[in-house]
């Protein structure tokens, strides 16, 4: 494997003076994928592409992360026409099959994603998985290392590379590090669980910033360390309190994310949306549309959900023929056997539910299993009257906040789980429930369907007033004020560098 895989053109000018902001996460915000025979790039998916690429498009700043696949070093002509296009660098962090296998499949997503949501029995706790996940890390604090300048602000995002500060350390980068857990951070007693626990609140340390979802999160980190590291000294505990460890001073704060307001808002209002909802209105007539969207993952609680449907149809008879539910599930990590059967378990129910209530002229639930584009997304949150969004455990979940920014007649209910970081945001709009709960959801969605016009507005202004105040550019603002007094301004917008792939 090639040491350096490509340079980036115009360094000196970044030495100069000129601070980039460089985002680093497991992922880059494009795929390499095999589409009949032919590599082809494709849009990436999930809640950190949605949030992070309208923030970075044309400031010149870099985006470095794995592309989805096992390195080729024929990928970097797709990657360098596909930088003209996201209007950022993006730099590829090549993983072998090892790499994939037990730092990906295995430690990030064998231990850290379900401990983190409050399912530890899902873990599997194997050292191998460790030592790989260590060795990924200081692979990705290299290619920092390669393509940054003293100037640039590092911002490395979630748990896949809690580790890299404390290589990037080591590698004697000093520039200024933060990071922003996506995820929640789980309480004391679940994490204590893990075996190398000490060792990664350690590592989160190595940077300047620390950040989290919700106060909720924060506070849980907080009293881990206390209890974990009873060394370190911990100050104020406000929006961002201040930790002392080792002579170094570490900020920790609550910053939740947001969304492109103004983008969701504009788009789906345009005449293409409007066309695809109506479109969707005709195939679906007189009738109330409940509408669910999430990727494949156990912590989204869709058998509950689909569940505490079927009980609404039940005990409410007046649903039927009057409402249709619209379940999309976006494929994800389907060549792992968990989320296969748990693909199977949604198309039983599924099956179970419409053989159960279909009457001629009416499915009870729409299943879709696939992605959506954007304009196809836009539409379904257009169409619907009802979200209901009721995951297990989410960090923040961005798909209540995009329906909210679209719902631009404010007629729409939205359903949220109380354990979506969102929750915090939204309660006072939302009709909040406890996923667990069959009955209580079946409840709420009888109300969301009852209620009256006038209370739909009033809800939806709450709502939609929430999100605007606080979308994607006040999130990454609010973060580098507390990292370094500086605003997203102080990386001005230019044309986005080229970067010349290197023998």
Known sequence: MPKQIYRIEKMEKH??????????????????????????VAPGAGGLVTALAPVLRDRGGLWI????????PSHLNLLKEASKRTGYGLIPVPLNKEDIDSYYYGFSNEIIWPLFHDLQSRCHFKPRYWYRYLSVNKKFAQIIKEHSGTNDYIWVHDYHLMHVAYYMRTLGLSQPKGFFLHIPFPPVDIFMKLPWRRMVLEALLHYDLLGFQTMRDKRNFLNCLSVLIPEVKVGRRGAVSDVEFHGRSIRVGAFPIGIDYKSFARDSASQEVAEAAWYLHEA??????????DRLDYTKGIPERLYAFSDALD????????????????????????????????ERIVGEVNGKFTQSGWVPIHYLYRSLDRTQLLAYYRLAEIALITPLKDGMNLVCKEYCACNLEGKGV???SEFAGAAAQLHRGAIMVNPYDIEGVSKAIFSAFSMSMNERARRMKILRRAVRRKDIFWWVNTFLKAAFAKRLDAFPKEIAEEYVPKN
Do not use: C, T
């Open 15 to 40: 030495a100069n003076g000129q601070k980039r902001l460089i985002a680093v996460s497991n992922r880059l915000p494009i795929r390499i994928i095999k589409k009949e025979g032919n590599v082809q």
């Open 65 to 72: 992360g794995w592309s989805g696949s096992e390195f080729d």
């Open 284 to 293: 679906l007539p007189d009738r109330q549309v409940i509408l669910g969207i």
């Open 315 to 346: 005990r409410f008879p007046e649903l039927r023929m009057r409402v249709s539910f619209v379940q999309v599930v976006v494929p994800s990590r389907s060549e792992v056997p968990e989320y296969q059967e748990l693909k199977r378990e949604i």
């Open 414 to 416: 939205l359903i949220l």
